[in-house]
């Protein structure tokens, strides 16, 4: 038997949705289907990777291209998938927004017959897939709106699966909170071993946060630079489940899109535009612009150094917060994020003290 989903999202999505998959306890093998849209510092170009972007999918085994572990982007588009097909205990299957939202449901449809699913679960990390559009912090609203829309057109029952409320700094949790029933579902009680190793390396915050709050931290945390601290509760370390039509009743853009069928992604841009009064498309390609080169090389004292005094400027401005994302600490110092595994395996020889996996302790 396997299991058929979604990660709304892109980006680091697949991991919260494997973590996901793995609380329900079924056994059952898994397929995640996600886009290949993740943040510049990864790829970049801005906007999401087509299959065409890529060498040696796996074409044969479903209908949607597979990403395995010898896949590659070609270059100069960077992607994280490859490396996840070797770590997650999932297949990933390669969504083609730019196929629209009837392409995409298209793609949903024949992949779930192909399997013999007769259900899909969306898993969306932080929870904007259920935005209304007037969150003044409301950034990336069009992939999960498409992955609404399109679940519809294909017709087959679908629960959307919202995992730790507020922890992609989209919508805050208490926010989320009320439009959401009950006290949800622990993701516990323990973060899995090939999810462990994926956060050495991967630079997702959202899906970071949730381990850490199943694994029992609770806190502010600092992230992303400009966002402010992100609560770490009680509530960071469940998921809540929705039928489709309840996640749609919350979500104006993917009713836009289901009205307007646009047959391209950038006709969905528009309708985002039009609604929203932002295209997020856009945003990447201004920001691509003015982004600046990472530093891909590190010298081990340096480094330590120039950590050491960012994080006593951290404490001072943020007296309240416990932890930081080794992102957020990355980024910040102007290095590459392909750095973050020798950064892990720096701090735990080097700065022990400051452990707190996956996150980086302000306490002391």
Not at 126 to 137: S, Y
Not at 152 to 159: K, Q, R, S
Not at 249 to 273: C, F, I, K, W, Y
Request: charged letters at 20%; one cysteine or more.
């Amino acid at each position: 038997m396997t299991e058929l989903f979604i990660a709304a999202g892109g980006g680091g999505d697949p991991i919260g949705t494997a973590l996901t998959h793995a609380s329900l306890g079924s056994g059952a093998d898994a397929v995640v289907l996600t886009y290949a849209w993740e943040r510049l510092a990864v790829d970049p170009l801005p906007g999401p990777l087509a299959p065409h972007d890529f060498a040696c999918l796996d074409l044969d085994t479903l209908p949607v291209p597979v990403v395995t572990a010898g896949s590659k982007p070609v270059g100069p588009r960077g992607s994280t998938l490859p490396r996840l097909a070797g770590d997650l205990p999932t297949r990933l299957g390669l969504l083609d927004p730019y196929t629209g939202v009837e392409g995409l449901a298209d793609q949903i449809g024949r992949t779930a017959r192909a399997l013999g699913v007769d259900h899909i679960g969306v898993v969306d990390m932080g929870g904007d897939i259920l935005a209304h559009g007037d969150e003044p912090t409301l950034v990336s609203p069009l992939p999960d709106a498409l992955v609404l829309a399109s679940c519809h057109l294909a017709g087959i029952p679908t629960t959307v699966h919202m995992a730790g409320p507020g922890l992609d700094g989209e919508i805050p949790e208490a926010t989320l909170l009320t439009r959401v029933a009950g006290d949800g579902n622990d993701l516990g009680p323990t973060v899995p071993e090939w999810a462990a190793n994926v956060f050495r390396w991967h630079p997702s915050e959202a899906s970071t946060l949730l381990a850490a709050a199943v694994a029992g931290l609770r806190g502010p945390c600092l992230t992303r630079e400009g966002a402010g601290p992100i609560p770490l509760t009680g509530h960071s370390g469940r998921v809540w489940d929705l039928p489709l039509a309840r996640a749609l009743d919350h979500n104006r853009l993917a009713q836009g899109l289901l009205a307007a069928r646009p047959d391209t992604l950038a006709d969905a841009e528009d309708v985002s535009l039009q609604l929203y009064g932002f295209n997020e498309v856009e945003r990447e390609r201004r920001r691509a612009i003015r982004r600046h080169t990472a530093r891909d090389l590190i010298d081990d004292e340096t480094f330590l150094s120039e950590l050491d005094t960012w994080l006593h400027v951290q404490r001072a401005d943020h007296p309240g917060a416990r932890y930081v994302s080794v992102r957020c600490a990355v980024e910040s110092l102007g290095y590459d994020w392909r750095l973050t595994e020798q950064i892990h395996y720096l701090l735990t020889k080097h700065r022990p003290g400051l452990e707190a996996f996956p996150l980086l302790s302000l306490a002391h």
